[in-house]
């Protein structure tokens, strides 16, 4: 019952099956304000998001994209031309929706999907995908109005972590280059910005990595493992970042990230990804005049790869047996996870992300606040589900193999972005915060992470298991402390020299005084 009070805001709390999220019934529950006194949760009118008709919040849909990989070699595994068919098959993407065919009746049958805004083809360029994908999130970004998050989903091998990032040898270049993939022209397009606004704004633009593995995250840009902090609300703190001042950075990054991401041989890939590796790009904005600041995210999500055990090795097994081994496997000495159970807490985690796209959109079309679940919920989906909480507007990259062994992987995958299609929720306009009082809350922060670090006892079960999640969150407010107090020191790049006079801000009964006083008596 206190569990109903405290966490629920519908009128109903459904009561679901834990292995696969099947909802078994509901239990009324009274209105809230007839709750607890302790009851807590996210109001509508908390939040600072756009108005719609009739006082409504407004909505604001997903977009999502589908491209196709060229045929492969034997070599790179899994997607030649050459494969033996299965009963379902991609067989087409004319008129921008995806068809599959469906043999396994007595009658072949197909079905069509119609959800990708656009279908980009073997054919298509990194500058073509670049173009469509970012054209929604980008300006919005880098005005400092919106967070962004863009997935990267599809069976293993089918060019997910191409399309994110390029090819290796582009990263290494400082000017545009044609294999450069959506992470590298994200930044290019970010930095000229920054040039260009540098009378009046200084900015700064950061890269962070975060790796969700084994119902944990974890933060792949520090030099020791470390865990983040993730919230409800998409939200996270913890992690390290790297200031990024030219592409020619993104090599060494990504070098650095993706040697530390989780990956396992399976049949598919020699490297199959085994975990989501997020990629945050967060931009840093302050006004010289107001000294007023935004901070706002794009954030990629390179998700792990969707497969059928059967096509990996790995052993079918239940979500309860592969979260026991993810368990074992946070303790240290701990052993590794199985490629089954690995398997199985990766289609857990994709399913759980649409089913929260799912609810919270019939809930915000009902005019009722989105409540994040938090039982048994890993924190990627906390993390990928801010998209449902109005902290980030979402695009989607469905990547697909056309090969015929792998259509009951394509068919799936169309199953994904359909449901991601679906999405209708508010976006959060981000408020320029004052950059003096930002560095005083994280100073007052970090002497805090400092203290709780140093009471840890490493002797005992409880110090063991938070002193990873300590250690990661004394360096990030440590970090934070000297990103802000650069960017409040930043010089204008004013013609002449001249910079920009903070402007002494008052507030309550001075300034209404002190408006009166510049206004003068009414004539």
Known sequence: TTEIYTLSLHDALPICDLTDGTELFRIRSPPLDARLPRAQGIHASHL????????????????????????????????????????????????????????????????????????????????????????????????????????????????????????????????????????????????????????????????????????????????????????????????TETKLASTAMIADFIDRVYGNRKVTKTKMNAGSSRSHVCIMLTLYQMDHATREFTQTAFTIADLAGSERASKTGGERMGINEAAGEAMMALRPGGKEMSVGAQGTLINHELSQITTSISKATDEWKAGRPYKVPTAMVPPCVWFLGGCCTGYAKLGVVVCFSQSPQNGWE???????????????????????????????????????????????????????????????????????????????TADAAIPGGKVHEPVKQRSGILAILFHRKASGPKA
């Open 48 to 239: 600072d998001l756009p108005m719609g008709k009739k006082g409504k919040k407004a909505l604001v849909g997903s977009q999502v994209f589908a491209r196709i990989r060229p045929f492969g070699t034997a070599e790179q595994g899994g997607h030649t031309a050459d494969g033996e068919a299965v009963a379902k098959q991609l067989k087409s993407w004319e008129g921008g929706g995806l068809t599959i065919e469906d043999s396994a009746g007595q009658a072949t049958t197909t079905e069509k999907f119609d959800f990708p805004k656009e279908v980009l083809g073997p054919d298509s360029t990194q500058q073509q995908t670049f173009d469509a994908v970012t054209a929604d999130l980008l300006e919005d970004w880098l005005s400092g109005k919106n967070n962004a998050l863009l997935f990267a989903y599809g069976q293993t091998g089918t060019g997910k972590t191409h399309t994110m990032f390029g090819t290796g040898d582009s990263l290494k270049s400082e000017a545009p280059h044609d294999d450069w993939g959506l992470m590298p022209r994200i930044v290019h397009a970010c930095l000229e910005r920054n040039k260009a606004q540098a009378a009046t704004h200084a900015s700064a633009l950061y890269v962070s990595a975060i790796d969700f593995y084994s119902f944990a995250g974890w933060d792949l840009n520090a030099a020791d493992r470390s865990y983040v902090d993730v919230r409800t609300d998409g939200t996270v703190v913890g992690h």
């Open 410 to 488: 394509s068919w799936y995958s169309c199953t994904w972005g359909r449901e991601c299609a679906k999405l209708q929720a508010p976006c959060n306009t981000q408020k320029p915060v004052n950059v003096e009082k930002e560095i005083k809350k994280a100073n007052k922060e970090s002497k805090a992470a400092d203290a709780a670090l140093a009471k840890t006892d490493l002797n005992s079960e409880s110090g063991k298991k938070y002193i990873f999640y300590r250690h990661g969150m004394c360096h990030y407010w440590k970090e934070r402390v000297s990103i802000l107090e650069e960017l409040s």
